[in-house]
């Protein structure tokens, strides 16, 4: 097929992917990978963002870093701040040059890109979580369609209630910013076969997580039937994704699903 045809098949507006998720999640690396990917296969025109202000390297070239404006060491210099602080602050200074941030490249143009990724810091508490960054990412979906991504670092997951928990933090962030939030699970590689099936349990029925817990005892047996509960139900309509960035099938597959979410021209795949 040729390259402008397939193109037009992909992509009908410029769409934005926002990744999120707890610190060391795997949101830069996929920043990365999956941009690398969009345009070596699919020949896409593909902006990479840095929103990171404590960035200390990228693996990618940023085409906007809010480091230009803002970062986390000259904000712990000039406010006397810790980091967590510093973040804090930094994202209520970022809420407040929105404007400018939005007048330039990509988002003074976002018709020339075909898709804008966005790295994230992985403070939630202290960036993601705040008020100020629902109106930062209002105005990032002015630009275009706009997905969520959650990354769930599969590293940190060793037994039922891991996964549970890091799953949860996923539904905070989707009640707490109101828009739709996509989960992936990262660092795929790293799973061996036990981790392995409590993910696949994790993704496929986490009503199967409940056989893992039944002769546990105290909070666990009291608490985490409830939220398995609520895992079911929120699992949504998207199958979340196992994604290694050393994986290219795996790339693949995760940018169905985000494309899949972004789409309302039907399943392309
Ligand atoms: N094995 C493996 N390691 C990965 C993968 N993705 C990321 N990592 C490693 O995980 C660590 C953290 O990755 P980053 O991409 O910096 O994670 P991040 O979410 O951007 O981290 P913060 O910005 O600090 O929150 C690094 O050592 C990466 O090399 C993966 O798919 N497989
Ligand atoms: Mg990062």
């Excluded at 870093?65 to 986390?72: L, Q």
């Excluded at 406010?79 to 007048?103: C, T, W, Y």
Aim: proline share 5%.
């Amino acid at each position: 097929m040729l390259r402008e045809q397939l193109k037009a098949r992909m992509i009908t507006m410029t769409y934005i992917v926002v990744f999120t998720g707890p610190a060391g999640s795997g949101k830069t690396t996929l920043t990365r990978t999956y941009g690398e990917w969009l345009r070596i296969n699919m020949f896409l025109n593909v902006c990479q963002v840095n929103m990171d202000p404590g960035a200390e390297f990228l693996p990618y070239e940023p085409c906007m870093d809010v480091r230009e404006f803002i970062t986390i060491k000259d904000i712990m210099r000039e406010h006397g701040l810790g980091p967590n602080g510093a973040f804090m602050k930094a994202v209520e200074m970022i809420s407040q040059i929105m404007d400018k941030i939005m007048r330039k490249q990509p988002f003074n143009e976002p018709e020339k890109w075909d898709v804008i990724i966005i790295d994230t810091p992985g403070q939630l508490e202290a960036f993601i979580f705040r008020p100020e960054t629902r109106e930062i990412l209002g105005r990032l979906q002015e630009k275009g369609r706009t997905v969520i991504a959650y990354l769930i670092d599969s590293s940190m997951i060793r037994t039922s209630s891991d996964a549970v928990s890091l799953w949860f933090l996923g539904i905070l962030l989707q009640v707490k910013i109101g828009i739709d939030v996509i989960p992936i699970v990262t660092k795929a590689d790293t799973l061996d076969e036990t981790r392995e099936k409590i993910i696949k349990k994790l993704i496929t029925s986490p009503e199967k997580l409940l056989e893992d817990i039944k002769d546990s005892e105290g909070i666990v047996s009291d608490i985490l039937p409830e939220l398995i509960s609520i895992t079911v139900k929120t699992r949504g309509a998207y199958r979340p994704v196992l994604v290694s960035n050393s994986n290219s099938e795996s790339v693949k597959d995760l940018h169905f699903m985000l494309h899949e979410a972004t789409c309302s021209c039907g399943d392309l795949t």
